[in-house]
């Protein structure tokens, strides 16, 4: 590291520092009961719970409207009460994944922030309710835990129900979790197989003069779920689940006349289905297999004068047992706040990112 490197790095933690020494005061003068103080065990833990430089700590405070003095291993909150006893349970939580092996950084934090505040019944803290820990996936590669309660019950939904139909704006994870999901379940020997599927359609551009053989041509269309897979999994175990055909990537035209049995299957990017397509793919499922259905109904590529087959789907399986359909939001979105808002301004303006 260069001086000029370590006398910024020892600049900002002095700031830091002197930021801390005026927080027990500030506390003081704005009020308020006894504080709420957190104590932990392990003080490695306590560290990475912190953050560097206390970021995750700021995020906190940002967030909650809560100041925090740390004092070796306890953490002293102040501010209002239902704030409070949500920050104690974001840092609950968070102290206990990183126990588990997790690693926590700011949007772990903004994600267990999103989800203790959907269990806070307002600002009455007499009725306040412990939320329950987020849903978790444990795959070779990593422990992936759900950001938002919408994510905790896609979850849910993916171990309980055989078909389940994830559909929302991009950034809420969808895909990701799906394939997390399969991934894991291969892993723990609950399936044979990993099938990933997506209809070839450009999102806009004109792709089939791509020279190269079959898998060359089709690779562009499936690429973001080999990004996912190896996300989760060691590229060599990728590698040799593609080489046996435990793992599959293919698009959906190489679905029909099959039986899926003994598999997890995830149709992806379902909004470019056409009804008879949807229902091809949706019949192919075999014994023992779960199929997740993904899609973004706002964002449909089809040429003009085709319908999308997704929410039509939807509404023709509803209520059939072992059918499930999560629905998310932006407010769900996870990739980045900026994501969230780039949604939200497009639904804000009628008939945009494609045909509804």
């Not at 409207?65 to 939580?93: F, H, I, S, W, Y």
């Not at 999102?203 to 020279?211: I, N, V």
């Amino acid at each position: 590291m260069t001086n000029k490197a370590s006398g910024r790095k020892a600049s900002l933690a002095r700031g830091r520092e002197s930021q801390a020494a005026r927080r027990p005061a500030t506390a003081q003068a704005n009020g308020g009961g006894e504080p709420i103080v957190v104590y932990f065990e392990d003080m490695r833990l306590v560290r990475d719970l912190l953050g560097d430089y206390d970021a995750n700590l700021a995020v906190l405070e940002d967030r909650l409207g809560v100041e925090a003095v740390v004092n070796g291993n306890a953490v002293a909150l102040r501010g209002p009460d239902v704030a409070c006893a949500t920050a104690k349970q974001v840092l609950e939580q968070l102290y206990a994944r990183l126990a588990q092996g997790e690693m926590i950084g700011v949007g772990e934090v903004v994600g267990a922030i999103r989800h203790v505040r959907a269990y806070v019944p307002g600002d009455d803290a007499s009725s306040y309710a412990e939320a329950p820990a987020a849903q978790q996936i444990r795959t070779r590669k990593r422990l992936i835990t759900a950001r938002t309660p919408a994510q905790s019950a896609y979850l849910d939904s993916l171990k309980r129900n055989d078909l389940v139909f994830a559909t929302g704006p991009a950034g809420t994870g969808k895909t990701y979790l799906a394939v997390a999901f399969a991934a894991a379940c291969l892993e723990s020997g609950k399936c044979d197989r990993l099938i990933l599927s997506r209809p070839a359609v450009e999102a806009g551009e004109r792709l089939g003069f791509l020279p190269g053989d079959m898998r060359e041509k089709v690779d562009p269309y499936l690429r973001p779920l080999y990004d996912a897979l190896y996300d989760v999994l060691p590229p060599e175990r990728v590698e040799r689940g593609l080489a046996a055909g435990v793992i599959e990537i293919a698009p959906l035209a190489f679905m029909r006349g099959r039986t899926l049995s003994h598999a997890i299957v995830i149709l992806d990017e379902a909004q470019n289905c056409t009804p008879v397509q949807i229902k091809m793919a949706l019949t192919r499922l075999g014994d023992e297999s779960k199929m997740i259905v993904t899609g973004d109904p706002t964002q449909v590529d089809l040429p003009t004068g085709k319908d999308s087959g997704l929410l039509e789907a939807i509404n023709i399986l509803q209520g059939i047992e072992e059918i499930d359909h999560i629905a998310f939001t932006k407010a769900d979105v996870v990739r980045r706040e900026l994501v969230g808002r780039i949604v939200e301004a497009y639904e804000s303006v009628p008939h945009r990112g494609g045909r509804p």
